[in-house]
Nanobody, 116 residues
Framework: QVQLVESGGGLVQPGGSLRLSCAAS????????MGWYRQAPGKQRESVAA????????LYADSVKGRFTISRDSAENTVYLQMNSLKPEDTAVYYC?????????WGQGTQVTVSS
């Protein structure tokens, strides 16, 4: 059973930073791609960043380009999302998603709140 567990969320002031972690129950090389999504209250879930596990290619939503960085650590079987220069509009529940041969797996989510 594949499991993804997010951590690292919390309350941060505007302009601050957080690093989210997504730990996989097995090797992340089982996945084709992994990514981070977020869902704010009353809004649809949206893609934030994605990474191909083998090649390490990355994609970002325009709203986070230059501020967020997705990375992977195969030794730790973990994907990270480094979030800098956070804005109140980044407030949301952040979810980790993994794809294996077309099947998707989701974590339980971690809350990020950006507020003064």
């Amino acid at each position: 059973q594949v499991q993804l567990v997010e951590s690292g969320g919390g309350l941060v002031q505007p302009g601050g930073s957080l690093r989210l972690s997504c730990a996989a129950s097995g090797s992340i090389f089982s996945f084709n791609h992994m990514g981070w999504y977020r869902q704010a209250p009353g809004k649809q879930r949206e893609s934030v960043a994605a990474i191909s596990i083998i090649g390490g290619m990355t994609l970002y939503a325009d709203s986070v380009k230059g501020r967020f960085t997705i990375s992977r650590d195969s030794a730790e079987n973990t994907v990270y999302l480094q979030m800098n220069s956070l804005k109140p509009e980044d407030t949301a529940v952040y979810y980790c998603r993994g794809l294996i041969a077309g099947d998707e797996y989701w974590g339980q989510g971690t809350q990020v709140t950006v507020s003064s």
